[in-house]
């Protein structure tokens, strides 16, 4: 049973910082690469950024510069920090392994956990 528990997230205002930490249990966690996704009402949930298992990172354009995500294999967890927050960086944020799809974009492969809602005011 593969179990994806978000936390870090909070309200700031836009310009300030925030980490947030997942932590997975039930796979093999450092043969995966991880992933940070973030999703708004009404919106798809999109991709923010993945790291690979071997340390390789890549980022939406969106957050490039600002955002950088790491991992540490012997906790089982992954973490996004997110800088130089902006009101657009509003949302519930997910972890999940992630896996190239036949489409060439990276999805999430197990059930979502609960997430973690950042919000950034003006």
């Known amino acids: 049973q593969v179990q994806l528990v978000e936390s870090g997230g909070g309200l700031v205002q836009a310009g300030e910082s925030l980490r947030l930490s997942c932590v997975a249990s039930g796979v093999m966690f450092s043969f995966e690469n991880m992933a940070w996704y973030r999703q708004t009402p009404g919106a798809q949930r999109e991709l923010v950024a993945i790291i690979t298992t071997g340390g390789g990172t890549n980022y939406a354009e969106s957050v490039k510069g600002r955002f950088i995500i790491s991992r540490k294999n012997l906790e089982r967890t992954v973490y996004l920090q997110m800088n130089s927050l902006e009101p657009e960086d509003t949302a519930v944020y997910y972890c999940?392994?992630?896996?190239?799809?036949?489409?060439?974009?990276?999805?999430?492969?197990?059930?979502w956990g609960a997430g973690t809602l950042v919000t950034v005011s003006s």
């Open positions: 999940n392994y992630a896996r190239l799809g036949s489409d060439g974009e990276y999805h999430g492969v197990y059930s």
